[in-house]
């Protein structure tokens, strides 16, 4: 019998990869109102879908989860649950991002928020074998200091459960070039980064994050735009992390055939596969590769590379 396929995940936000029966339950343990009875009523509030104009409105989607990650034990089972789900997915290494600052609403500080998560990632590595990593994200449009801070937490417990760090939230708002300092940082402490960087903004801000020292992409589909730019990535292997359906509900595509992946993949840049956003965007990594060969052509070759990369770029060698 042939080995199912094992499969890596990159690029994944937890508060946007929560289950509804999860959100719905704790809710109503910790006593929120979400305005909703069940599953089926939260769902539309939680995915975005072609209708979605931008990445702005997008990033809508989070503020439902985002409050049932207030307290240790959302955060700790939010944790668990992912690494759970991932594990029957047959997902072997994944790597998952989460921005510490945004779960300090109801008290807790940002280090209990990354001791919590890393609890329920060991647990779930315990239980599931997936091997799962946490990547801290800075936010832009963050206070400077609460950045500051998670990547010196970042720092802390490199190694300790979180592999590296991330720049996430409103690109088309708040340019790369204004998280100079915290990157800088970053760089000092050995914490290797990615950035989310030319999804809502143009090929100089993904010139800004591989100024900054980011060693991977988050998405960089406008670097297509930039022959320089694509040769430039091939040459000093930056991995791009690839997300096809949220790039199409972000409309950093407008079509699936004017996808860019074919074209990164012909000039030898490491380009991989991810989910982003497992409830957002109605997705997982399994789904992305499906929906690829059928509206994409993919071929077993390609996808064959695909799976190659996503293991070459990871930040924790096996
Ligand atoms: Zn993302």
């Keep these: 019998m042939r080995k199912s396929e094992e499969y890596v995940d990159l690029h994944l936000h937890l508060d946007g990869s929560l289950s509804p029966e ?23 509030l939680l995915t975005a879908n072609q209708e979605t104009a931008s990445l702005n409105e997008y990033l809508q989607c989070f503020e439902i989860p985002l409050q049932v990650l207030q307290s240790a034990e959302g955060l700790e089972g939010a944790a668990y649950d992912l690494v759970r789900r991932l594990s029957a997915l047959n997902i072997t290494y994944s790597e998952i991002r989460y921005a510490p600052g945004l779960h300090t609403r109801a008290g807790l500080s940002q280090e209990e928020a990354v001791e919590t998560v890393n609890a329920g990632l060991q647990k779930g590595v315990k ?14 449009g963050g206070e400077a200091w609460q950045n500051m801070e998670t990547i010196e937490l970042a720092g802390k417990y490199l190694g300790k459960g979180v ?10 708002l708040y340019g790369t070039e ?25 090929p100089e801000s993904i010139r800004k994050a591989l100024a900054l020292g980011a060693s991977r992409i988050g998405h ?18 930056i991995p791009l992390e690839m997300c096809p359906l949220s790039n199409l509900q ?25 989910s ?10 399994v789904n992305e590769f499906c929906f690829l060969e059928e509206q994409y052509g993919l071929t077993k070759q390609e996808k064959e ?13 096996d």
């Excluded at 982003?276 to 990594?285: A, C, K, R």
Aim: charged share 30%; with cysteine.
């Design 127 to 140: 239980d599931f074998g997936v091997k799962s990593y946490a990547i801290l994200c800075c936010m832009r």
């Design 178 to 202: 204004l998280y100079q300092d915290v990157f800088t940082r970053a760089r000092e402490l050995g914490v290797p980064f990615t950035i989310h960087a030319g999804e809502a903004a143009g």
């Design 250 to 274: 972000t409309k950093a595509v407008k079509d699936i055939k004017e996808y860019p992946l074919r074209t990164f993949l012909e000039k030898g840049i490491i380009v991989t596969v991810n």
């Design 22 to 44: 999860f959100i719905l339950e704790r809710a109503e343990r910790e006593g929120i109102d979400l305005g909703v009875k069940s599953a089926a009523d939260l769902c539309p």
């Design 163 to 172: 592999a590296g760090a991330d720049l996430a939230g409103a690109e088309a």
């Design 305 to 317: 590379m695909l799976m190659k990369n996503g293991k070459k770029a990871a930040y924790v060698a």
């Design 220 to 237: 960089g589909i406008a670097a297509v735009l930039d022959e320089d730019l694509m040769e430039e990535l091939a040459r000093r292997e």
């Design 276 to 285: 982003d956003n497992m409830t957002v965007s109605g997705t997982d990594v």
